[in-house]
């Protein structure tokens, strides 16, 4: 957050191992199948491997234009994301609710002190 000094170059591991390892920020199995499935469809089969559901590793070129080039190609490659589980976050010092959009909401009714919400269903569509 303050900054930093570099004193010496960082060695670059993707171009001497001629690997690129690839962790999903959001690891699912699905979605990693997908991106290995989506790579080896692009660059032939045997260049992705899933190491577990969040860590992919590829078999890059050593050259640093091909290189450049792969990881352009890999850029702009469109995967389909895996099914997310529901997320419901409680903050009970604000009293805020946050979900993500796998959560599904069916008939119920909350109360607590004066407030009362209840879900009910009805078929049709809104417009804005």
């Known amino acids: ?32 199948r997908n991106i290995v499935s989506a790579v080896n469809k692009v660059f032939g089969p045997d260049v992705a491997k899933a190491q577990n559901w969040g860590q992919l590793t590829l078999s890059a070129p050593r050259d640093p234009n091909d290189l450049n ?4 190609m890999l ?15 409680f903050n009970s010092r604000t009293g805020t609710v946050v979900m993500n959009d796998a959560v599904r909401v069916k008939r119920a009714a909350v109360s607590h002190g004066n407030l009362t919400i209840t879900i009910t269903e009805t078929e049709g569509a809104s417009q804005p």
Request: proline share 6%.
């Open 1 to 32: 957050p303050n900054g930093a000094i570099v004193e010496r170059a960082i060695l670059d591991r993707q171009q001497a191992s001629g690997e690129v390892v690839l962790n999903l920020k959001a690891p699912n199995y699905q979605t990693a």
């Open 69 to 72: 080039t792969f990881m352009s």
């Open 75 to 89: 850029q702009d490659i469109n995967v389909e994301l895996g099914s997310s589980r529901p997320k419901v976050v």
